[in-house]
Each structure stands twice: as C-alpha cells, then as structure tokens.
C-alpha cells in the first residue's frame, strides 16, 4: 500500500497513548509511529518493529531526535496525536508543572504548524474545564458550543488555557498560510499551503478492563473499590481503610466513556476524509449518567450523603498531609460535589460514529479488547457479585 501513514504520538507510555500506539502499529496503512514519553516505555508493544521510542519530557529538545531519524533524513508524519499531559498535580511545583503541560503543548502544536507533512493534528482536552461549580444543574449538559470556564482546580485550568493556545496558533498558522499562497498565486508549480486539520477530543472519565485492572493507580474506582489496599503504599493503604463506606454528595454524578470509544474515536479522526478545519468534540456515550449511588453500588459498599464542605475539609488535609501523594489538590474537591455533565452526541451527527456501551457498563462491565488481559478470578468474582444481585431483586 503507497502513501502509509506515519504518526506521532505523545504520552506513549500513558493509559491513551500506549492503547493507540499498540492498536495503530497493527494496521497495513500505518509504516512507522513515533512515541514520546518522560517514562519508560510500555510493555504493550515492545514487541512491534515499526515503532520507535524516544523517552524524554515534552519540554526537552525531543525535536532534535525527530530530525535525526531515518539516517538524518528526519521523521516526517502526517498524524500528530497529543496525549501526553501531567495530570496530578506535582506538590510545591506548579512553574515545573507548567513547563512540562502548557510549554511542552506548546512545543507539538508548534511543530504540527511549521512541518508541511503534518495534516491532522489531534489533542486530548478535557470536560473538566466546563467546571464544576455549585450552581451545575443535573439537567445542563454542556455542548462543544459552551465555553471553558476559569477554575482552581489545576488540571482543568491548564487544559483551558492549553486549548486556547491551541486555537490561536492555528489562527495564527491560518493566516500566514492565506498570505503565502496569495504571494504564490501567480507562480506555477507552487504547492498550495495548508494548515493541518485540527480535532480537540474532551474525553468524560475514561475506564475499561485496561484502565481498572492492567493499571491499577490512584484512580476514583481504584479507590472506592479498595484495589489499593494491596499497595506499598502507606497512604494508598490508608485510604483503603477510610473508604469502608462510598461518601456521596448530593449532586455528585460522573459520566464514564469506554477505552475502546476513545480508540476508536482517535481512529475515526485519524484515518478517514473528514470535513471541518478545526473542530472539538465532547467524548461522552448517550443515555443514563452515573450517579453516587451506582457507584457505590458497582464497588460492593453502602452509599453515604455527605456535605461538599466535608469533601472539601479532607482533601485539604489529605493533599497537604501527603504533601501530594494522595492526589487531592486545590479544587479538585468540587468535582466530587457538583456535576459537570456533557453531550457528546456532536461527532455522531457529524461523522456517524457509534458509542460501544453506556456509562454505568463502562464502568462495571468487563468488555472490550483488552477483556482478555483480566485474571480469571476477577472475573468470577463479578460474575458471583452480578448473581448474588440478582438474586436480590429476584
């Protein structure tokens, strides 16, 4: 097959990344795919031999390898895929922080703008920017045609501010591309210049048998289901121990989209002629949301109604306690208290794409193409868990 295609990908070794790195290497009309990443590479692919590795922080002179390649005469791909992205908040290092997330983004977007092999760029943001904030309704769902809003929880904030960067240099890439190619319309033979096209994918809180149980992190339903208990860790031991119950607020609610939807989302933009120049799409399967007590109910414990003060009161405490370690940083106790809902129906009715499940069987179900990965007696443990409830309602 001529003209395969070569793709960049950064956060290689990441939940995202190492899934589209793995998956994409497989396909005939892929030749080569770069991955960058500051940790060590991922066992998922190790074993394939048209990828290449290169572990270094966004931040650094990862460029320079680039050009390099293939004998000096450079990696030239025409599919950038940014997924790379700080997303705990590093204690007492927040110019670090900014340096690795807003400068390091700065950098890709850079090269994706300024290398004419790259036509399509595509970033990961997030639906944490919409904001949680106490006036949130259960009813609202945000669409792709709302604004991010400013916020003090860190990780929401600098993904507003890194797709506003975003969108001005392709303004600014749009532009000057319009002023070349009208000092070259009278030229014969002069390629006409065109920014590349530019998909911003905001994901809901992202699960699946990869996510839940092949990377086991300090994560919502690690914690609730007590998997850290099982750590080194004194602090993920100690957690283990305060959540014998699932503290619940009022308003409390997730939306959960499946590994596999955001593959193959990433596959849909990647490999498909697709109309629009820049466009942003909420990540997010329609129909019933998550609430308190489904999830209370998914992890095997009772549900309890707290106050968002109470919220707010530990994980003051607990972020400051562990000095980082337990990843409850400034704001981001209002995500546990106040809804941030989506529609993420915008790249159906653009491009047809379909949802593999709903929310709440993303979040329970063991299924998708990393099911196989998932130790047999986790799965008769479900299965157990899924008669004795049925047994319930029976």
Known sequence: MENKHKI??????????????????????????????????????????????????????????????????GFKPDIVIHTAWQIREMYGEKDKQWEWNIGGSDKVFDY??????????????????????KDNSLEHFYTEKEPFRKSDYLYAEEKRICEQHLEDKFEAAKEAAEILNENSADVANIKENKVPQVFIIRPAAITG??????????????????????????WHKLISKMVSFTPVTEKWVRQFIHEDDIVDMVKLLSFNDLKGQYEAFNAAPPGDVVYGKDMAKAVGKKAITVPPL????????????SRGKIPTSRGGWKSYSYPILVDGSKITNMYGFQYFL?????????????????????????????DKDKEKVG
């Open 209 to 234: 048998p990869r996510g839940r149980y092949m990377r086991v992190r300090f994560g919502l339903q690690s914690t609730l289901s007590g998997q850290l208990k099982d750590s080194d860790s004194f």
């Open 8 to 73: 960049l990908i950064t956060g290689g070794a990441g939940y995202v990344g190492a899934m589209l790195v793995e998956q994409f290497a497989d396909r005939e009309d892929v030749s080569e795919i770069v991955a960058i990443d500051k940790e060590p590479v991922s066992d998922l692919y190790t074993d394939k031999d048209n990828i290449t590795f290169i572990q270094k922080n966004l931040a650094d002179d990862w460029e320079e390898d680039l050009e390099k390649m293939n004998g000096g005469q």
């Open 112 to 133: 994706a703008f300024s290398n004419p092999s790259v036509k399509k760029l595509i970033h990961f943001s997030t639906v944490a920017s919409y904001c949680a904030k």
């Open 358 to 386: 709903p929310s709440l069987e993303a979040f329970t179900e063991i299924k998708g193409r990393y099911a196989k990965y998932v130790p047999q007696e986790i799965i008769d443990a479900n299965k157990n868990k899924e």
């Open 310 to 321: 109470l919220i707010r009161f530990v994980f003051f405490w607990m972020w400051h306690l």
